[in-house]
């Protein structure tokens, strides 16, 4: 049996190869062609750039990344086709589960490449206004990929070098360096980015503040995240709140004004990452942004329903807890911007008397009294018990944010929506969680009310207002689940808070086994398995 590694993937044992029945590994290079022939060359270097951006839809986007922010949290449950609950629920969660080795393979590939690219970059034969634009570039994305790594794993492998060849060991790295580092790249990267970009994706001096206000954050250190907040709010460049929040959902309105740093798919979906054994190898298996697939209730199963591209295909993988639903006073267009509640007839067989158009589905947070009416109709009651545990994991409100009507039928699992990592919004929560920290409750009610008079619905703008003495680090955590639901950040900001224990088993009857141990996730099972110095690097307490 042989196993084939490819020179400039690796990373380490257990990652991007494979031990063999005898215990023996060969190389090949199929192609002839060296990192020392590509990466010394300008167009080649950039090659290495934008590859490096690339491993980012690994996880936005993605069915593995949205089981790894999102779900394990006070704010979803498990639907009827969730395929990772040892993840959404904590039970029997161990390194053997896909979502977790396919992150942790990706992660680290990207930050070898990061790592290759910032090392070789003297080498590259780049204009001198070019070159330090590209490290502050490769240098955020290395920050970026190390905070999912050590935010997930905990003090796990670090390393500012480049892998080459076959790697057998692998280190425990103390959190506080991961830390350290990510900071001094971030810092870099405000440093030399430019302001602006007219290559859409490519990282920003804003969009470096932004996220570089969030590791403040992480890691407590509040005045410097309200300054490179203020940095941001303050810049002069161009960001702002979109009046409607429903209208940042809009495929036709992606790029605006409140999205600082996105992840971007193409609308070409044959040049995004869908796996091909001959084009794409190394791709994903369902390929581009599979996010308007994961939240959707089986719908299609409803008289006077069948599947169409409007209504989405519903793979009904996660439901919002009650809790969710319940942070949404009447007041909040962010509701009715985040979720979809109604569902009309559409197919050509109905029952009596309904009509194409008329309302076939009524999902509803409150308790509906009989009508009489021709539609069906799951309310609170219907799909939650009085404890907030499910009672119908196939019908509930449904998160539709990212639902893509350009979709070419109703059975596309692949969007071109792009991701949005960092919104205009962020900015604000942060400076508000910041002041807060700090003491300063009323500058931080001004920040949080920034964000609630954009959410209100017409006329209510007073009645949706925060005062200081309202303040508390349980209502900034409310308003960012009612601000970013589904947006992959769930899961970070929990466990930055010291809150993640405490709120799922307040919230979340289906994730309350969770135990002090899960602040982490295991390492994949593939990785421990494979190393040689099995003595240092060892599997994190709690799993096996």
Known sequence: MRHYIYKGLIVLAGLTMTFSCKKSLEEKNPSGITAESVFTTPAGFETLVNAAYSYQRWWYGKEEGYNLAEMGTDLWMSGAGDVHTDLTQYVNLQGTNSALTTEWQQLYAAINLCNAGINRIGEAGLATTVRPVREAELKFLRAFYYWHVVETWGGVHFTLDETQGVVTTANKTPIETFNKQIIDDLLFSVANLPATTSQYGRVTKPAAQAFLARMYLTQKKYAEARDMSLAVINGGYGFTLLPNYADLWKMANLKNKEVIYAVNYSVNLSVNDLLDPILNPLGHSRGSNSSHLLFSMKYDDQPGMVRDI????????????????????????????????????????????????????????????PSGKLYKTYDRNAVYSANGAVKDQLHYVSLNKFVDETRASANEAQSARDVFVIRFAEVYLIAAEAEFNLGNTTQAATHLNVIRTRAAKPGTVAAMQVTPAQVTLDFILDERAREFAGEQIRWFDLKRSGRLLERVKANNPN?????????????????????????????NPGYQ
């Open 310 to 369: 409007k209504n989405g295909r519903p793979f009904n993988r996660y439901m919002p807890t009650r809790f969710l639903l319940d942070l949404y006073s009447d007041q909040d267009a962010r509701y009715d911007g985040s979720f979809q509640t109604v569902w009309y007839a559409n197919s050509t067989t109905r029952p009596a008397g309904m009509k194409i158009g008329d309302t076939a589905i009524i999902a509803s947070k409150n308790v509906i009294m």
């Open 511 to 539: 994730a309350a086994t969770i135990q002090d141990f899960h602040l982490v996730r295991p390492i994949p099972r593939t990785q421990v398995d494979a190393v040689t110095n099995k003595d240092e690097f060892t599997q």
